[in-house]
């Protein structure tokens, strides 16, 4: 059913909707989540609700099409080495029972009538405080490798030693990483509790605790995180299926977009150093904490379109980025 030139009618939803700006949606969420390792909730939910969907629906359209993207993405990935499924399902655990705990917290605020300002608030927090440490990170990152080099040129040798290193230890051989047990489930205990806490997928979070805490190479992050959001966004999308709250013609047509969108952000992984992913990602979850802020201060329209602008504008970067790397390699080809 038809009702102008790119309308379709969505019959759970109950709504008329376009469907070259679901495309739209999928395709760059598709480029933000094959690139960062996120599953991009925080740009689809307001997406879609800013162009009419309840918000109830956005959610669980959403979950829906996170949850193909994800496969696509994740495919993707494990064909370039990396996936760490072995760490992947270790996360499954230590998650499923963070966000169990998470969601009983928030429902103890929201019987005392705080859940809403002291979520919003922690998001804000964490959002904020995240973006800065990997700001901080990258602007500091030459003169730790320049301690580092000269260290080495002193013929000193260092022995890392581990904090965290309680038995049982486990290597992880496609990371390249032996940590504890302990920590392993720690770490995602507690990004599974944030993400419980704060009602999202947690990608964003797993991704630099992967990262900064783990030691894991950025690549194999975003991989490995991949491979938990599918299985979170299984969860979510079935739930939300239940109570007949997906709309999967929607779905579908953005994960038509995302499907191609993926393959251009796992393929500029390639182009882009680990370094200068995390300078992108670290704006991007700023410019998100700016987008909550705004929320918070009942702009949410502007909100909306603040992440909607940030995610535009991080798809065209990455996509420049990659072009200039393909021209770079193939101008090194032509040389030889």
Not at 52 to 72: C, E, N, Q, R, W
Request: aromatic letters at 12%.
């Amino acid at each position: 059913m038809l009702n102008g030139l790119f309308d379709i009618y969505l019959p759970v939803a109950g709504i008329h909707f376009n469907v070259l700006i679901l495309l739209a949606i999928g395709f760059s969420v598709g480029i933000l989540g094959g690139f960062f390792g996120v599953g991009g909730a925080w740009v689809v939910t307001p997406a879609l609700n800013i162009f009419g969907f309840p918000m109830a629906y956005a959610i669980g359209t959403d979950l829906a099409h996170i949850f193909g993207k994800s496969i696509v993405a994740t495919k993707k990935h494990g064909k370039m080495g990396n996936v760490d499924v072995k760490m992947g399902l270790l996360s499954i655990v230590g998650s499923v029972i963070g966000v169990e705990i998470g969601a009983i917290n928030v429902m103890w605020l929201t019987e005392k009538g705080l859940a809403g300002p002291v979520v919003r608030y922690s998001y804000m927090a964490l959002l904020f405080g995240l973006g800065a440490y990997m700001l901080y990170d990258y602007f500091t990152k030459e003169r730790r490798l320049a301690k580092h080099a000269a260290v080495k040129e002193a013929g000193v040798e260092t022995v890392r030693k581990g904090r965290w290193d309680i038995p049982p230890m486990i290597y992880f051989p496609v990371s390249g990483v032996r940590a504890s047990l302990w920590l392993i489930l720690g770490v995602f205990f507690v990004t599974g509790w944030l993400s419980g806490f704060l009602g999202v997928g947690g990608g964003f979070i797993r991704m630099p605790a992967l990262i900064y805490l783990i030691h894991c190479r950025t690549a194999i992050a975003i991989g490995t995180d991949l491979f938990s959001v599918v299985f979170t966004g299984a969860y979510g999308c079935l739930t939300y299926a239940l109570k007949g709250r997906v709309e999967i013609i929607a779905a579908l047509i953005m994960l038509c977009g995302a499907a191609v969108g993926a393959q251009i952000g796992v393929a500029a992984i390639k182009y882009i150093h680990g370094y200068g992913i995390r300078l992108l990602f670290a704006i991007m979850i700023v410019l998100a904490g700016l987008s909550v802020t705004l929320k918070q201060l009942n702009y949410t329209t502007l909100a909306a379109w603040v992440v909607m602008g940030a995610a535009l504008s991080m798809c065209i970067v990455i996509i420049a980025l990659m072009v200039r790397g393909l021209r770079q390699e193939r101008a090194l080809k032509a040389g030889h």
